[in-house]
Nanobody
Framework: QVQLVESGGGLVQAGDSLRLSCAAS????????MGWFRQAPGKEREFVAG????????RYADSAKGRFTISRDNAKNTVYLQMNSMKPEDTAVYYC?????????????????WGQGTQVTVSS
């Protein structure tokens, strides 16, 4: 069984940066893709960024391109999401997810294990 624990959320102002971390325990996550999703109040959970098992490939939602960077440290079983130039519309609960395969997917159906989420609030 895999446990994912997100950290690093908080309250920031527009234009600020924030770095989220996702620490995995239990089964190794180095053989599968990892992803970050977010869910704003009243909205569906949406894909933000994904990274392949060795970190050679990344994928971003249009809203995250150029501002967010996903990375991973397999030795530490940890995935990161660096968020720069943040906007009020980035406000959401951010979730880390462990993929079912080594390739990146934007679909929630392709992720089995989820963290509890960390709140990110961006004030204008």
């Amino acid at each position: 069984q895999v446990q994912l624990v997100e950290s690093g959320g908080g309250l920031v102002q527009a234009g600020d940066s924030l770095r989220l971390s996702c620490a995995a325990s239990g089964r190794s996550s180095s053989t599968v893709a990892m992803g970050w999703f977010r869910q704003a109040p009243g909205k569906e959970r949406e894909f933000v960024a994904g990274i392949s098992r060795y970190g050679s490939t990344t994928r971003y939602a249009d809203s995250a391109k150029g501002r967010f960077t996903i990375s991973r440290d397999n030795a530490k079983n940890t995935v990161y999401l660096q968020m720069n130039s943040m906007k009020p519309e980035d406000t959401a609960v951010y979730y880390c997810a462990r993929g079912l395969t080594y390739s990146i997917s934007t679909s929630m159906d392709d992720y089995r294990d989820w963290g509890q989420g960390t709140q990110v609030t961006v004030s204008s």
